[in-house]
């Protein structure tokens, strides 16, 4: 189901794709607009937008997950990336205050797992940040952009999943109600598509921002576990099998 980076870095590199990212990106920030002094942890393909936050936190990392490759981050500092196994994160318990997790839950097999292993990591009264397509918006029925690939979420599908997984949400906001058309011309009209959008409240939105905290009071079962080694991201895109 994983999306390889190259294509996701390739579509971030796009007119459609530096849209989309600064249309998610005010969304993030609407959410998150103070992080100072603390650790924000991004899962999945996260670099477009921890760099609203790199200046302003303590710590700032970046952990993509071992089925879709992992790129340097930042790419002229010293890299804070890593290519993970998303149900091993190597990270203590509540190591990170905040989880941004983009292109991270609708790629995985195991959905609960990953979100079961961010409850560990996040400090007690952490806050997890979740950006995944809207299976009703067209962004997800189109597989030109890599939010037509994995499996997209309802409003009720993505909120039952964060209860399953011991949090407990407390803010929603929607973004892309622009349609996922490259032609420059078009992308002109994005702002005004998405200031529609919004005072509408339209459901066809092509992604959901849900905002969560963890659930402190849950205890989750102890198990023995093999710590993995963090393997950084040295090379300008490393691919998750050999000879690609």
């Known amino acids: 189901m994983s999306i390889d980076v190259v294509d996701l870095r390739n579509f971030y590199g796009q007119p459609l794709g530096k849209v989309a990212r600064r249309i998610i990106g005010r969304g993030v920030r609407a959410h998150w ?40 981050w930042p ?31 609708e790629m995985t097999h195991d959905p609960a797992g990953m979100l079961r292993e961010v409850w560990r990591v996040l400090a007690s009264g952490g806050r997890l940040l979740a950006v995944v397509p809207n299976r009703r918006g067209v962004w997800a029925r189109t597989d030109n952009t890599p939010f037509g690939h994995g499996r997209p979420y309802s409003r009720s599908q993505i909120n039952q999943l964060l209860r399953e997984t011991w949090f407990s949400p407390t803010g929603w ?72």
């Open 33 to 72: 607009r103070d992080t100072g002094g603390e650790r924000v942890l991004g899962i999945g393909y996260t670099p477009p937008y921890l760099g609203l936050f790199r200046e302003e936190a303590e710590r700032c990392l970046a952990f993509m997950p071992a089925a879709q490759g992992v790129v340097k």
């Open 75 to 105: 790419t002229a500092r010293p890299s804070l990336a890593a290519l993970v196994d998303e149900n091993e994160l190597p990270l203590t318990d509540g190591a990170v205050d905040r989880v941004l997790m983009v292109h991270a839950i």
């Open 173 to 244: 906001s929607e973004a892309l109600y622009v349609p996922p058309v490259s032609r420059s011309w078009f992308l002109r009209s994005a702002v005004a598509w998405e200031r529609t959008g919004a005072t509408l409240s339209a459901p066809f939105a092509g992604v959901h921002l849900v905002e969560a905290t963890k659930q402190v009071y849950r205890a989750i079962p102890t198990r023995r576990r093999e710590r993995r080694v963090l393997v950084p991201a040295l090379e300008p895109a490393l691919s998750p099998t050999p000879g690609v």
